[in-house]
């Protein structure tokens, strides 16, 4: 392809504090890919998603945001890029409400979904919009979580275990969520646990151990790559 | 006309007199519940900076003429600037360590500062006048009301009543409470989070210098004002609970109540009874009346 990554990681180390996490990662996403890292937990998938935005401790190699190298820049000049992010643990902040959790983060960029398309995907946060951003139910804080970095026009998004503990109806509300978000034009990393919600969604999946890429291939190969994924993850 | 055998002249005056001392409390830990709340650290330094505040009006008037308005507006700027170095320069260094580190660093800073006040001015007071507009008093029939005391009330009240609704009300404020939660977070949505924190200390330190201008005309602007007033200010700030910003103000206003009525019914207590209620408060609740557990 001729045109820049959203996303390109070369050799990208990172630390937390003394401890070494992550060990030369490469991977390359393209504009408006659904890509999903996989592996067991410890092998640097969430830390990936994190050390692309600064918030490990020191880094090392080369990470690129549509281009643009950022391994020296500072965590919020990288979300000013376009990149959102949603944690493993949501971060849903319990001294806001649920409209003001919503409304948070700034605008980095132009063509975010207005508030109205938001709602209309989330009828639930349209309800509960005044409570307290805790007291939602653990689906609707998932659902907060990811509805905010839409709103502020970041076309590159980091969504770290969205489907953890939540039911399956809503699980499927969260598949056909990205779904919408790829017929949009997201670029879009998921770190997930849950392969059967993962892998149907995924252009394109990668199998982390140890800190590093172990193996990366495309949708369409999954079946054949079936006895290999076992073995790294175990499932 | 009395009230449990005190004259009513003496009971509203000695309120009044509560009140005023409430302001200033409320004002202080204020200020130190913004600086807290963000950046995790016990600012020690908040009194000299508000002793600071109030010589930063007297120098004004004593070097270059210039009267109480003037130095309302430009002591908080100058002194939050001061803030803004001290943050920059030294601050910043420490928010990985613990509380402990910060409150040494900001205590030796309230030394330093006040050392060199001494050096400069001596320990004795430095007299500022009453703007002419707030001179006399008004009569309310029941009671003389000292125009420049009201002044302080009213004013410290809107003040603080302004930074109540800037935190809970706005976009503003909601960074600054997103901020205390999880500020490696709001960073992750693309918010300065270094440059609100500096701000934050800034504006903080800038309610200390205003407490220091309302102060200078009610007492003598000298050295050690600070270092008297911030032990019970700090005894407020736990009562209210550490970080709470309506409890800073509401515990400030109510224990300076409180003192002017213990002063009234038994004189004895008044300097210690805001140090009784701090040990019950934190025997019965250890995080403070409006404070959460952490």
Redesign the interface.
């Known amino acids: 392809m001729a045109d820049t990554p959203a996303l390109e990681l070369r050799g990208l180390q990172a630390w937390y504090g003394e401890s070494h996490v992550l060990h030369g990662v490469d991977l390359t996403v393209h504009k408006g890919e659904v890509v999903t890292l996989l592996g067991r937990n410890g092998a640097g998938r969430t830390s990936t998603l994190r050390a692309i935005l600064g918030l490990t401790g020191a880094r090392a190699g080369s990470i690129k945001v549509d281009g643009a190298e950022v391994i020296n820049a500072s965590t919020h000049q990288i979300a000013r890029l376009g990149v959102g992010y949603c944690p493993e643990e949501r971060g849903i902040f319990a001294s806001l409400s649920c409209e003001e959790n919503l409304m948070l983060p700034p605008e980095v960029r132009s063509g975010g979904m207005t508030v109205e398309a938001i709602y209309a995907m989330f009828p639930n946060l349209r309800e509960r919009r005044t409570s307290q951003g805790t007291r939602l139910s653990g689906g609707e804080q998932q659902m907060l979580a990811v509805a905010r970095i839409l709103r502020t026009g970041a076309n590159l998004l980091l969504l770290d275990e969205i489907s953890e503990g939540l039911a399956p109806v809503i699980v499927q509300a969260l598949a056909n969520m990205i779904r919408q978000l790829k017929a949009l034009g997201y670029t879009v990393v998921m770190v997930e646990q849950n392969f059967r919600f993962a892998a149907p969604l995924a252009d394109r999946l990668f199998v982390m151990e140890h800190g590093r890429v172990v193996e990366q291939f495309a949708a369409a190969e999954l079946v054949a790559k079936m006895p290999l994924l076992h073995e790294y993850l175990g499932v | 006309m009395e009230v449990f055998g005190v004259p009513l002249q003496a009971l509203l005056g000695q309120l009044l007199l509560g009140l005023v001392n409430g302001s200033f409390y409320a004002l202080l830990s204020l200020g130190l519940a913004v600086i807290f709340g963000l950046l995790n650290i016990i600012n020690f330094s908040h009194g000299a900076l508000y002793m600071m505040g109030a010589y930063a009006a007297w120098m004004m008037m004593e070097y270059l003429g210039l009267g109480y308005w003037w130095s309302l507006l430009v002591a908080p700027i100058a002194v939050g600037g001061v803030g803004v170095v001290i943050e920059r320069l030294m601050l910043r260094r420490l928010y990985k360590l613990d509380h402990l580190y910060g409150l040494l660093l900001t205590f030796g800073i309230a030394l330093i500062i006040e050392g060199v006040y001494r050096d400069q001015f001596g320990v004795s007071g430095q007299p500022y006048p009453v703007p002419s507009a707030l001179r006399g008093a008004t009569n309310l029939g029941f009671m003389i009301l000292p125009n420049y005391r009201a002044w302080v009330v009213v004013a410290s009240l809107v003040i603080c009543l302004a930074t109540w609704y800037v935190i809970e009300r706005t976009?503003l404020g909601?960074?600054l409470?997103?901020g205390?939660?999880?500020p490696?977070?709001?960073?992750?949505?693309?918010?300065?989070?270094?440059r609100m924190v500096m701000l934050t200390y800034g504006f903080g330190v800038a309610l200390a210098a205003i407490a220091g201008v309302l102060a200078a005309p009610i007492i003598q602007v000298n050295p050690l004002m600070g270092s008297n007033i911030i032990i019970v200010v700090f005894a407020v700030v736990v009562i209210g609970g550490m970080g709470s910003i309506l409890g800073s103000i509401v515990t400030g206003l109510g224990l300076g109540l409180i003192e002017g009525l213990t002063r009234v019914f038994y004189a004895e207590a008044s300097a210690t009874v805001v140090f009784v209620i701090m040990a019950v408060v934190l025997l019965l609740r250890p995080a403070g009346l409006f404070g959460r557990e952490r």
């Open positions: 976009r909601a960074y409470r997103a205390t939660e999880n490696r977070l709001v960073q992750a949505f693309g918010i300065n989070v270094p």
